[in-house]
């Protein structure tokens, strides 16, 4: 009879309407963040603090959009907007704590890093939203604009 009990209850918390968790980056107090995982080539690194910012890139430079996602509970980070003169250049990731490479560590939020590179001058927006892909019908649980010069 326990088991079926602690297999409901477990049941009902799995299928219970769960919210993204909404913490940013790793703090530097707390004593076992990581760094996100990008390449030592990347020209710019462009993180949370510079949501709604313009940054500078030069043409053929690749840049990387630092941010953290929780894809242990399905939520990724993806372009939602990507002007024409941007193209992909690769993606990282990793854990945003030390902890979470040991043996038996369960979910928590991860770095996610986007790459692009400008193909030609331009200035535009991007736009990434943390989401479920099979979600398509919710709104993004939320978003990172950037608006990118390319010199």
């Not at 009902?12 to 769960?18: D, E, F, K, S």
């Not at 990347?42 to 949370?48: D, F, L, T």
């Not at 993806?78 to 560590?105: K, N």
């Amino acid at each position: 009879m326990r088991a079926i009990l602690f297999s409901i209850a477990l049941l009902a918390v799995a299928c219970a309407p769960q919210e993204a968790p909404v913490s940013d980056a790793p703090s530097a107090a707390n004593n076992g963040a990581l760094p996100a995982p990008t390449p030592s080539d990347v020209a710019v690194r462009i993180n949370e603090t510079q949501n709604g910012q313009s940054v500078s890139v030069a043409v053929n430079e690749r840049f990387a959009v630092e941010l953290v996602g929780v894809p242990t509970a399905g939520y990724q980070w993806a372009p939602a907007q990507l002007p024409a003169f941007l193209t992909r250049a690769g993606e990282a990731g990793g854990p945003t704590i030390a902890a979470q490479s040991q043996p038996g560590y369960a979910g928590g939020n991860h770095w996610q890093v986007p790459m692009f590179a400008a193909t030609a001058p331009g200035s535009g927006e991007v736009v990434l939203e943390m989401r479920r892909p099979w979600e398509s019908g919710e709104p993004p649980a939320r978003s990172f604009r950037v608006t990118i010069v390319a010199r």
